[in-house]
């Protein structure tokens, strides 16, 4: 297999990266002091075309392919953690959520404009005691008025995007005695549905700028024609979708991680300690040699992914296991890069801290390790 990108992929990648260096890098530490949603860089990132990468331009895109949208994430994240959820939540998730399932009405309607970055998409699946057990959850949404409208009751929690979202991807239980073949997926619109309600957002070790919300729904009426596919649906749709975004969890994790790697190289280069730089010393080489093999390594695991996808190929196993390895190769780089900075690396001063704050979400969302563990296992015996 050759990952080596084209010409095209190069200049995509090569545009993404001086905007990360101009413009987000600048403000990361601005971001995580203050963890506010960062407005301005998503409309910039808009004007670029990124905040809908792979979807069609058809539907407000850039039609990009996943190679490239793997890699851009990955500029984007080396600049911020937080930035690189906020684009992987509202693309992968919510965009892709309306794209894979929505009917052309709903594609025209909801996805254009979230394509287009001129709105923001959020998910809500994780409940308080449903996060990787799925079927548990307890909002439903009842049909009602002869089956022209659903009504919404329940709550979701740890939702990327959830305060600020214009469209939200939510599921909920359509018939509550049918598991998982009673989950379906449907389209909320907060400004416009009428008891949606955001209870509060978390206070976060890492990922800061993109909001994590509590939400809750009282007796919320949404139209019928807003729900994806058809009734007890939400689960496939689910599974489907984050499938794919577990690719672009990998791009956060090997951007992340090369952030580290970068930093790490520059300060061992200009640290002195003996009257020579650290640099010099062969276990700092050594540190320096394994977070950039494991890097590399995490990367091309991402590729993969992205290339089975692309080929129409099953790609459970290959996404699974790229989310998996970049998402721990990114907090042990990261705690690499802490340990290359020595005192100054657990200070705010440098970054090096804010990496390994940031790395640790990739091990617990959009699959923890464990669960990708049992999906490759299952797979593989499968």
Not at 284 to 303: G, N, V
Not at 362 to 373: D, P
């Given at each position: 297999m050759d990952f080596s990108p084209t010409q095209e992929q190069r200049q995509i990648q090569d545009m993404v990266a001086d905007f990360v260096d101009e413009e987000v890098k600048p403000r990361a530490a601005e971001i995580d002091e203050t963890d506010e949603f960062p407005w301005d860089l998503v409309d910039e990132m808009a004007d670029l075309g990124l905040m809908g990468m792979p979807i069609p331009e058809a539907y407000g895109g850039a039609e990009l392919d996943y190679h490239s949208y793997a890699m851009a994430l990955e500029e984007i994240s080396r600049g911020s953690g937080g930035l690189g959820t906020i684009v992987a939540a509202h693309i992968s998730l919510a965009c892709n959520m309306i794209y894979e399932f929505g009917n052309e009405a709903q594609k025209e309607t909801y996805l254009t404009p979230l394509a287009a970055g001129e709105e923001i998409g959020a998910f809500a699946l994780s409940e308080a005691g449903a996060g990787s057990d799925v079927p548990a959850m307890d909002t439903t949404a009842e049909p009602v008025d002869g089956g022209d409208a659903y009504l919404v009751n329940g709550g979701k929690l740890w939702i990327s995007n959830g305060s600020v979202a214009d469209t939200v991807v939510l599921f909920a239980k359509t018939d509550p005695e049918a598991g998982n073949k009673g989950i379906s997926s449907f389209i909320v619109r907060p400004e416009e549905d009428d008891g949606f309600i955001v209870e509060g957002t978390e206070h976060k070790?890492?990922?800061?700028?993109?909001?994590?919300?509590?939400?809750?729904?009282?007796?919320?009426?949404?139209?019928?024609?807003?729900?994806?596919?058809?009734?007890?649906?939400?689960?496939?749709?689910?599974?489907?979708?984050?499938?794919?975004?577990?690719?672009?969890?990998?791009?956060?994790?090997?951007?992340?991680?090369?952030?580290?790697?970068?930093?790490?190289?520059?300060?061992?280069?200009?640290?002195?300690?003996?009257?020579?730089?650290?640099?010099?010393?062969?276990?700092?080489?050594?540190?320096?040699?394994?977070?950039?093999?494991?890097?590399?390594?995490?990367?091309?695991?991402?590729?993969?992914?992205?290339?089975?996808?692309?080929?129409?190929?099953?790609?459970?196993?290959?996404?699974?296991?790229?989310?998996?390895?970049?998402?721990?190769?990114?907090?042990?780089?990261?705690?690499?890069?802490?340990?290359?900075?020595?005192?100054?690396?657990?200070?705010?001063?440098?970054?090096?801290?804010?990496?390994?704050?940031?790395?640790?979400?990739?091990?617990?969302?959009?699959?923890?390790?464990?669960?990708?563990?049992?999906?490759?296992?299952s797979e593989l015996l499968d």
């Open positions: 070790l890492g990922d800061k700028g993109c909001p994590t919300a509590e939400l809750r729904f009282d007796d919320m009426r949404i139209p019928a024609d807003r729900r994806l596919g058809e009734e007890g649906r939400g689960f496939v749709h689910a599974l489907k979708t984050l499938n794919g975004g577990r690719i672009t969890i990998a791009a956060r994790g090997v951007g992340i991680a090369q952030a580290a790697l970068d930093e790490a190289l520059k300060y061992a280069q200009d640290r002195e300690q003996f009257d020579q730089p650290i640099s010099d010393f062969q276990a700092i080489q050594h540190k320096l040699a394994d977070m950039d093999t494991k890097t590399q390594a995490a990367r091309l695991l991402m590729h993969q992914a992205a290339d089975k996808k692309m080929a129409g190929e099953s790609f459970v196993k290959e996404a699974a296991q790229a989310k998996l390895y970049a998402s721990e190769v990114s907090r042990e780089v990261a705690n690499e890069g802490i340990q290359v900075h020595g005192g100054y690396g657990y200070t705010k001063d440098f970054p090096a801290e804010r990496f390994y704050r940031d790395a640790k979400l990739n091990e617990i969302y959009e699959g923890t390790s464990e669960v990708l563990r049992n999906t490759i296992a």
